[in-house]
Nanobody, 126 residues
């Protein structure tokens, strides 16, 4: 089990950028996959990016492809999400998550993850 703490959320205008950070307590190597999820009010939590800790292969959900980049820095025990060209529809609470299982690739469903952070709010205004 790992503990996850997100930071870096905030308010930004459309077209702007933010970088979310997720500090991992415990060995990042105990997790097979790390992911970013988001949940907007009244909507279900959706997986937006995932990365395999062994080889750093990543995958993205269609709404964020080409705009968001997930990065894993093992030496720092940190997971990042660089978000560019933000849109109002990106407004949500963002969560990082860790999976120690072996889900089908790409693991972009909540059920694939067993550890979660508390979330950080991102608000994009038009």
């Amino acid at each position: 089990q790992v503990q996850l703490v997100e930071s870096g959320g905030g308010s930004v205008q459309a077209g702007g950028s933010l970088r979310l950070s997720c500090a991992v307590s415990g060995s990042i190597f105990s997790s097979n996959y790390m992911g970013w999820f988001r949940q907007a009010p009244g909507k279900e939590r959706e997986g937006i990016a995932t990365i395999a800790t062994s080889n750093r292969i990543s995958a993205y959900a269609d709404p964020v492809k080409g705009r968001f980049t997930i990065a894993l820095v093992k030496t720092e025990n940190m997971l990042y999400l660089q978000m560019n060209n933000l849109k109002p529809e990106d407004t949500a609470m963002y969560y990082c998550a860790a999976s120690s299982g072996s889900p089908r690739w790409p693991p972009l469903t909540s059920a694939a993850y067993n550890d979660w952070g508390q979330g950080t709010q991102v608000t994009v205004s038009s």
